[in-house]
């Protein structure tokens, strides 16, 4: 149990976030917060991670879950190509025996995401568990014209932003070694994992091209997600496993740890990156607003007519690869 | 482990809400939900209840866990004089072995106090967890001239709507029986503990006449809301005992059991009456407005200048009373 009760931990809060910004008539401290409406159109999301399934706190800092819980719902923001605007923090205060500045922690974690992606974090709930640490972030933010999941058509070009498998690479080789120090890639790796970067930048400015159909973020591992928007295009894939950015340091961990990169890519979820259908005669000026972000931008297959499953064509041979993706589930 | 996986459930959460109304371009199935944004000012804030701390599986029915974890939200759009508009369910399902059933249960509970309230449920999260069951809404509505916690002045009167203890004496007769069914007044207080009703009609009402100064919803106990439109407002308080409106149920119930309903009414909470401070000389107009709604109306006390907390005042005697109420932290 936490030293302090739960209305102080709020107040730390609303210390630790600083004065809330523009747009924000009433934050922390009322029974709701009190905020200037978008023009757009809202986006609203969450996601709930839960300690010993989504995050382990003998390899994650309270800094980096707090800054990880935030990023993953601006991560959902950003695939749908829209602008994070506030965040509410659900906390689940475990019995264990932690101190107050292991909340403080967290909450820092959080304030610094914020501030990373001009989030204002403008209230929560903290309650008492007798289970594991939660964390439920819930999400607001617009989006002049968001794009969903659905739009995906054969004849698409299928892209990725940036690399694939760092974050797989950084939690397997915690998991062989119970450290998190290392070599270069090591360190990097682990950092993918603690904390991903939302792609809120080179989404927006890849939909202003207007070539994007459909769009995701990698969460679930490339053949989860892309299963998720072939499904509901109604549409399957073929990837072009040459294609497929693989990180540089998950092929070098994955060398050392005796794994394969290319799983980690798509079934180890977690990157973080965006996944999306684009207009074939589109594709170039899509890749070229992605760069101008100074992130890599990568085709790696096209869309096909009838939902017949993903399949994966190596130069001298073609699998079908399953949808399932890694769940946490 | 329940049966079937997250996306199952999610599914499953999807065909219990049916269509999605107006307003919801995009629901449940993307990355985030895509809505109309409201006019008005926005109002956001999230509940998150916990198995065996704020809710206990012997004595709630899973349909009206689900009910009520959206209705306490809704009793927070209600404090501030909004209006619910959509809402996120986080669902942290627990290792102990339910079936899909039990979820759904929850899920129709949801659904049916969603469409009480008119609200949208557009989403959430469903994850695994190994500890007890959590659920948190998060809670998005709108209101033209919102009512916080901050505005109450010395001179105001202090009123409360409907009857407080119920919930409470719910409870305790369970906790002391073991069992929910017996007498009318039995039932009755189980069913305020268990499906409290969410003043939204009488806020909106009570804020329209333009002398509400500040407003809050009774969760905490009348001491522990009161403390803090007190401490939020810089002011003290005087309540009249002879007037706070116990719960015939309450009273009935606490004679049996050997209880004080006066304490339940101050310490017990989850009444999700409204507590509010309203000008002297619109407080005829205020009450005439609540109970244009239905539900009575009740001036309890005046609200004093200073931070000298609150004072409650028998015929024969005055005692102070602790602001801290009864917390679930």
């Given at each position: 149990?936490?030293?302090?009760?739960?209305?102080e931990?709020?107040?730390?809060?609303?210390?630790v976030?600083?004065?809330?910004?523009?747009?924000?008539y009433?934050s922390?401290?009322?029974?709701?917060?009190?905020?200037?409406?978008?023009?757009?159109?809202?986006?609203?999301?969450?996601?709930?991670?839960?300690?010993?399934?989504?995050?382990?706190?003998?390899?994650?800092?309270?800094?980096?879950l707090?800054?990880k819980?935030?990023a993953?719902n601006?991560?959902?923001?950003?695939a749908?190509?829209?602008?994070?605007?506030?965040?509410?923090?659900?906390?689940?205060v475990?019995?264990a025996?932690?101190?107050?500045?292991?909340?403080?922690e967290?909450?820092?974690?959080?304030a610094?995401a914020a501030r990373?992606?001009?989030?204002?974090?403008?209230?929560?709930d903290?309650?008492?568990?007798?289970?594991?640490?939660?964390i439920?972030?819930?999400?607001m933010?617009?989006?002049?014209?968001?794009?969903?999941?659905?739009g995906?058509?054969?004849?698409d070009?299928?892209?990725?932003?940036?690399?694939?498998?760092?974050?797989t690479?950084?939690?397997?080789?915690?998991?062989?070694?119970?450290r998190r120090?290392?070599?270069?890639?090591?360190e990097?790796?682990v950092?993918a994992?603690?904390?991903?970067?939302?792609?809120v930048?080179?989404?927006?400015?890849a939909?202003?091209t207007?070539?994007?159909?459909?769009?995701?973020?990698?969460?679930?591992g490339?053949?989860?997600?892309?299963?998720?928007?072939?499904e509901?295009s109604?549409a399957?894939a073929?990837?072009?496993?040459?294609?497929?950015p693989?990180?540089e340091?998950?092929?070098e961990?994955?060398?050392?740890?005796?794994?394969?990169?290319?799983?980690?890519?798509?079934?180890?979820?977690?990157d973080?990156?965006?996944l999306?259908?684009?207009a074939?005669d589109r594709?170039?000026?899509?890749g070229?607003a992605?760069?101008?972000?100074?992130?890599s931008?990568?085709?790696?297959?096209?869309?096909?007519?009838?939902?017949?499953?993903?399949t994966l064509?190596f130069?001298?041979?073609?699998?079908?690869?399953?949808?399932g993706g890694?769940t946490?589930?």
């Amino acid at each position: 149990m936490v030293t302090g009760g739960e209305f102080e931990l709020i107040n730390r809060l609303r210390e630790v976030l600083g004065p809330p910004p523009d747009g924000v008539y009433r934050s922390i401290g009322d029974d709701a917060a009190v905020l200037v409406p978008p023009v757009n159109k809202l986006l609203f999301s969450c996601d709930m991670l839960v300690e010993g399934v989504h995050f382990r706190l003998d390899f994650s800092t309270p800094f980096e879950l707090g800054w990880k819980a935030l990023a993953v719902n601006v991560s959902d923001m950003a695939a749908m190509a829209g602008t994070p605007r506030y965040a509410l923090v659900a906390l689940g205060v475990s019995a264990a025996d932690r101190p107050f500045s292991f909340y403080e922690e967290i909450y820092r974690g959080l304030a610094g995401a914020a501030r990373r992606y001009g989030v204002a974090v403008v209230g929560g709930d903290t309650v008492r568990t007798r289970g594991p640490l939660v964390i439920d972030v819930a999400i607001m933010g617009e989006a002049d014209r968001p794009i969903m999941r659905c739009g995906g058509r054969p004849g698409d070009l299928i892209a990725v932003t940036g690399s694939l498998g760092a974050s797989t690479a950084g939690l397997e080789w915690f998991l062989r070694h119970r450290r998190r120090l290392g070599s270069p890639p090591v360190e990097r790796a682990v950092l993918a994992h603690q904390m991903p970067e939302a792609r809120v930048r080179e989404a927006r400015a890849a939909a202003a091209t207007g070539g994007v159909t459909s769009m995701i973020d990698i969460s679930d591992g490339l053949a989860g997600d892309l299963g998720h928007l072939c499904e509901q295009s109604g549409a399957g894939a073929v990837l072009d496993a040459g294609a497929i950015p693989l990180d540089e340091d998950a092929v070098e961990l994955a060398r050392q740890l005796g794994a394969n990169p290319m799983e980690w890519a798509l079934h180890g979820g977690e990157d973080y990156e965006l996944l999306m259908t684009v207009a074939a005669d589109r594709a170039p000026a899509v890749g070229e607003a992605v760069a101008t972000c100074g992130t890599s931008f990568h085709l790696i297959g096209r869309m096909t007519a009838g939902e017949t499953g993903i399949t994966l064509r190596f130069a001298d041979r073609t699998v079908p690869i399953t949808r399932g993706g890694y769940t946490h589930f």
